[in-house]
């Protein structure tokens, strides 16, 4: 199972399998400006890798796990 659960001011949380995640728009700007519509048309293309298509974004589900091990953010 995979999907967009939530949606708030500061960011929105995906479920992928049984583990929820939450995506920060201060790490990810590019969603911040996203619809409702589009933030929840997430597709799970790999087991480590959502992808956003209308956005053009992907994100490695480890990158949200561990968020210290990637110091780059988004731009």
């Given amino acids: 199972m995979r999907e967009v659960t939530n949606i708030s001011s500061i960011g929105f949380w995906v479920l992928v399998g049984d583990k929820e995640y939450f995506v920060p728009f201060a790490d990810y700007p590019a969603f911040k400006e996203a619809?409702?519509?589009e933030i929840s048309a997430m597709t799970q293309i790999s087991p480590s890798q959502l992808r956003w298509e209308?956005?053009?974004i992907d994100i490695e589900i480890e990158a949200l796990e561990a968020p210290e091990n990637f110091p780059l953010v988004f731009r």
């Fill in 54 to 56: 209308n956005l053009d």
């Fill in 35 to 37: 619809t409702v519509a």
